[in-house]
């Protein structure tokens, strides 16, 4: 009888390790998230504020430090978060008060976030959409627990929020 728990106990672990597998390899390895924000700011403020992502990341909560890499004038820097691994973050495009992509690339990771910016009655129109493209299946799952890609852009525009609520 003993043995037959413990075969029974076994064919569980493994029935739910199949199942964890199965799911990790079934999740697409591209995420896609948009947000519409207003922030109630001059265009010029909040581009200065999303545009100069160095200087300004210093006050973000979860970064422990920024290294600033010099091999291309400045447009790449490597974030170091509180927890997890560092991702490297370069300027793809640019166009002042109307347009910024970033490219995010991180431990296994690759990621966009593009911003455009609109002005409008009370402020400015920004519309975030966010791309992560997961290799790992296992790591599908973790960028996918706990909210991912939605909990860390809606963080983020939290913080945009609260710098120009003072």
């Known amino acids: 009888m003993e043995n037959l728990l ?8 493994g029935l739910a390790v ?3 597998v199965l799911i990790s390899f079934s ?6 998230v ?18 100069n ?3 300004q990341a210093y006050c973000s909560s979860g970064l422990k430090s920024i290294q600033m890499l010099d091999d291309d004038a400045g447009l790449r820097w490597v974030e170091h978060p509180e927890h997890g691994s ?5 300027k793809l495009k640019e166009k002042p008060q109307q347009e910024l992509v970033l490219e995010m690339i991180g431990h296994g990771d690759y990621g966009t ?3 455009r910016f609109s002005n409008v009655p009370g402020g400015t129109r ?3 959409t966010d791309v992560l493209e997961t290799r790992s299946p296992f790591a599908r799952v973790k960028a996918r627990s706990g909210g991912g890609l939605d909990k860390k852009l809606d963080t983020f525009i939290q913080q945009l929020r609260q710098k120009f609520s003072s």
């Open 34 to 51: 948009t947000r519409v924000e207003l922030v109630k700011a001059p265009i010029a403020d909040v581009w200065e504020a999303l545009s």
């Open 53 to 55: 992502l160095p200087t």
């Open 126 to 128: 920004l519309t975030f």
């Open 27 to 32: 999740l697409s390895p591209r995420q896609q």
């Open 86 to 90: 560092p991702v490297t973050v370069r």
């Open 113 to 115: 976030r593009q911003v």
């Open 18 to 20: 199949l199942g964890f």
């Open 6 to 13: 413990v075969w029974i106990g076994l064919g569980i672990v």
